[in-house]
C-alpha cells in the first residue's frame, strides 16, 4: 500500500475497508518529517479530511489535488517545513 521514493509516502486506500483508512492516513501523516510529502489515492474527493486537518492540524500541511475524479482522486499533502522548536509538530514556537 506505501511506497517510499525521494521524500514521498504514497497510498492507495481504494482497497482498504473504510474504517480502516483514516486511521492508516492519520498514522502516515503524524510519521511524515516536514518537507516530506504523501501521495493519496482514493476512490472519492477526500474534501472531509481536508477539513479535519485544517481544523485538527492547522497550519502543519499543504494540500494540492493531483487528479480529481470522477472515479479516482489524488492529493499530494506535504508536512510543511517550520524553523522554531525543533520538533516535528509544524508550529511556530
Not at 475497508?17 to 516536514?34: D, K
Not at 489535488?65 to 520538533?87: A, D, M
Request: charge should be negative.
Amino acid at each position: 500500500m506505501t511506497v517510499a521514493e525521494d521524500h514521498i509516502l504514497k497510498i492507495d486506500v481504494r482497497e482498504i475497508p473504510r474504517p480502516e483508512r483514516h486511521p492508516r492516513i492519520f498514522g502516515m501523516l503524524n510519521s511524515l518529517v516536514p518537507g516530506y510529502d504523501l501521495i493519496l489515492t482514493v476512490d472519492h474527493d477526500p474534501v472531509p479530511l481536508y477539513y479535519h486537518l485544517e481544523m485538527h492540524y492547522d497550519g502543519m500541511f499543504d494540500w494540492e489535488y493531483l487528479s480529481r475524479g470522477p472515479e479516482i482522486w489524488e492529493v499530494r499533502i506535504q508536512r510543511r517545513k517550520h524553523e522554531g522548536c525543533n520538533c516535528n509538530c509544524g508550529g511556530g514556537h
